[in-house]
């Protein structure tokens, strides 16, 4: 028997975004992505905890949801081709659907802010790309001007499409869930993905598919806070380069969202972060990259505070993929052991790292 399969976001949720039947629909089939139950975490802070893997995405970031709307948009108003600027992930969705569409893509980066699988990402798929010595904000006024200047679209979160389509994973989760949970924990840095989930949950609610809205917990790095700090952080510093934003484009957005669904943003620091991505690869399985786990990071903070209101059903959204940023975890792991090729040499090595024999 032929099973229906999963064609992506625009076929799934066509009636609720900004496509017609003359649009080119440019997909890869994005979407669709697990919602898993926590295995340790959520007994352990005794909440109903759920993860969003966004990793599982066609690029590996929920950055594909709205790319592949704001690509088929641009191949409908036949652009001559699509830019952005990037900590990494959107470069990669970008160019991975502008080579899907066919279209030229050039990306603008922070020389060196960009981890290394991202940018080999952006290359494999043919992308243009420029790294500016300066930092994510100062990529992103010099993309807006060479969008002009070259008679580009623009596919940064301040795209409109894209944000359309980022809603998407809002809608998963309630359809999945039935209902929407009480609170969404997710990492922040530009701010389109929060502004694009508290749009997604008001849609539904004011459709009546969901009943009540969810807080939104906006996580940051410490050292690249600014919605928290409520200040432009010219130098911002932090472990997870895809959150390393001191200026937010959608700041008054994020503000709005966060404050009318009751919630707040947070700043973890790097060290939390890490011991949050280390929980969710060696404890529930999913391996997320850094500022992915910037989420759980704030929602064990806000338990250790008590802050985290018990019984509550709390999503939280890993955004992007582990291997993506491979250099954020090989400078903790030991290298694997080195032996010669025996059975003995191979049975000590694996009692060394502390199981027994058989029988033993
Ligand atoms: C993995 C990951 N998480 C979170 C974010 C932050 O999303 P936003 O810029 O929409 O706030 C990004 C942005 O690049 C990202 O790549």
Redesign the pocket.
């Given at each position: 028997m032929r099973r229906e399969h999963w064609r992506g976001i625009i076929e799934a949720y066509r009636h609720l975004l900004p496509i017609d039947p003359q649009t080119p629909v440019i997909t890869l089939f994005e979407g669709n992505t697990p919602l898993v139950a926590s295995r340790t975490v959520g007994s352990r802070i005794k909440r109903d905890v759920w993860f969003k893997v966004e990793g599982a995405n066609p690029t590996g970031?929920?950055?594909d949801r709205g790319m592949t709307v704001a690509v088929s948009r641009a191949m409908q108003a036949s652009s001559r081709g699509v830019i952005c600027a990037?900590?990494?992930?959107?470069a990669a969705s970008a160019s991975a659907y502008a080579a899907r569409a066919g279209l030229p893509c050039v990306v603008i980066v922070p020389a060196g802010g960009v981890a290394a699988g991202k940018l080999v990402q952006t290359l494999a798929h043919g992308a243009t790309v420029v790294a500016v010595d300066g930092t994510f904000d100062q990529a992103g006024a010099l993309t807006r001007k060479a969008a002009v200047q070259f008679d580009l679209t623009s596919v940064n979160?301040i795209n409109p499409d894209r944000i359309h389509g980022?809603q998407t994973v809002a809608w998963e989760i309630c359809d999945t869930m039935g209902e929407a949970p009480d609170l969404v924990a997710?990492?922040?840095?530009?701010?389109?993905?929060?502004?694009?989930l508290w749009q997604g949950f008001q849609a539904y609610h004011g459709r009546d598919v969901i009943h009540r809205l969810p807080r939104l917990i906006g996580m940051q790095a410490a050292g690249a806070a600014p919605l928290v700090e409520g200040r432009v952080i010219p130098e911002p510093r932090t472990l997870a380069s895809?959150?390393r934003?001191g200026n937010?484009a959608?700041w008054q957005k994020?503000v709005d969202a966060a404050k009318a669904s009751g919630g707040v943003f947070h700043a973890v620091d790097d060290s939390e972060i890490l011991e949050a991505q280390r929980l969710l690869a060696e404890e529930e399985g999913v391996f997320a990259?850094p500022?992915?786990a910037a989420g759980l990071a704030g929602v064990m903070r806000l338990w250790a505070m008590n802050r985290l209101p018990p019984g509550e059903t709390v999503v939280v959204v890993l955004?992007?993929h582990g291997l993506k940023d491979a250099d954020a975890w090989s400078a903790r792991l030991p290298l694997p052991a080195r032996v010669p090729p025996t059975s003995e040499a191979v049975a000590a090595a694996i009692e060394q790292a502390g199981h027994s024999e058989r029988g033993r």
């Open positions: 970031s929920f950055k990037s900590t990494g992930n959107t979160s980022q997710l990492p922040v840095g530009n701010a389109g993905n929060i502004t694009a895809a959150i934003i937010p959608s994020a990259e500022a992915s955004t992007g």
